[in-house]
Nanobody
Framework: QVRLVESGGGLVQPGGSLRLSCAASGSTFSVNFMGWYRQYPGKERELVASIASSGSTNYADSVKSRFTISKDNAKNTMYLQMNSLKPEDTAVYYC????????WGQGTQVTVSS
């Protein structure tokens, strides 16, 4: 079992920055994939960025060059640095960990508005 706890969401003006954190606990040795997803009201969750155990990363086209995913293995924590935020980035952001099973965090709201 893996428990994920997100933090760092909030309200920010367009052009601003936020850093999301996802702290993992439990059987983290079983995880070989972690990612950030976001969900708009009435829509399915979509992948924002992912990072494999090898360190390789992948980004949605809409966030390339603005968002950076990283992880600190010593702290079992994954981050999403979000820069140049736009109103269309407003969503609930979830972290996911996967290995044999898939695990989700509770989500954190990000609102980009003036």
């Amino acid at each position: 079992q893996v428990r994920l706890v997100e933090s760092g969401g909030g309200l920010v003006q367009p052009g601003g920055s936020l850093r999301l954190s996802c702290a993992a606990s439990g059987s983290t040795f079983s995880v070989n994939f972690m990612g950030w997803y976001r969900q708009y009201p009435g829509k399915e969750r979509e992948l924002v960025a992912s990072i494999a155990s090898s360190g390789s990363t992948n980004y949605a086209d809409s966030v390339k060059s603005r968002f950076t995913i990283s992880k600190d293995n010593a702290k079992n924590t994954m981050y999403l640095q979000m820069n140049s935020l736009k109103p269309e980035d407003t969503a609930v952001y979830y972290c996911k960990a996967a290995g044999r099973y898939h695990y989700w965090g509770q989500g954190t709201q990000v609102t980009v508005s003036s």
